[in-house]
């Protein structure tokens, strides 16, 4: 098992950025493929972006992309979501997830959920 603890969420302005970070402990890191989702209010948890085992292949969601970068260091058991040019669409729940077996978009494969960090943009 593994557990995750997400951090650095908070208040920014419009336009600003934000560095999410989620810290695993319980087994090997690098054994798990890593993930960000996100749930804004009244609205399903949606995927933002995924990192493979080794790092050396991301996944973005659409919207995200070239604001967002999703990167790992295993010798910290830490994955990051840095996201630039925020925006209030992106006020939400952040959710760090992993999984062992799956490297993908969808919620449904990640069995590990840490509690979320709560991002909120100004306009």
Do not use: H
């Amino acid at each position: 098992q593994v557990q995750l603890e997400e951090s650095g969420g908070g208040l920014v302005q419009f336009g600003g950025s934000l560095r999410l970070s989620c810290v695993a402990s319980g087994r090997a890191f690098s054994d798990y493929a890593m993930a960000w989702f996100r749930q804004a209010p009244g609205k399903e948890r949606e995927f933002v972006a995924a990192i493979s085992w080794s790092g050396s292949s991301t996944i973005y969601t659409d919207s995200v992309k070239g604001r967002a970068t999703i990167s790992r260091d295993n010798t910290k058991n830490t994955v990051y979501l840095q996201m630039n040019s925020l925006k209030p669409e992106d006020t939400a729940v952040y959710y760090c997830a992993a999984d062992r077996t799956v490297f993908g978009t969808s919620k449904r494969g990640y069995d590990y959920w840490g509690q979320g960090t709560r991002v909120t943009v100004s306009s």
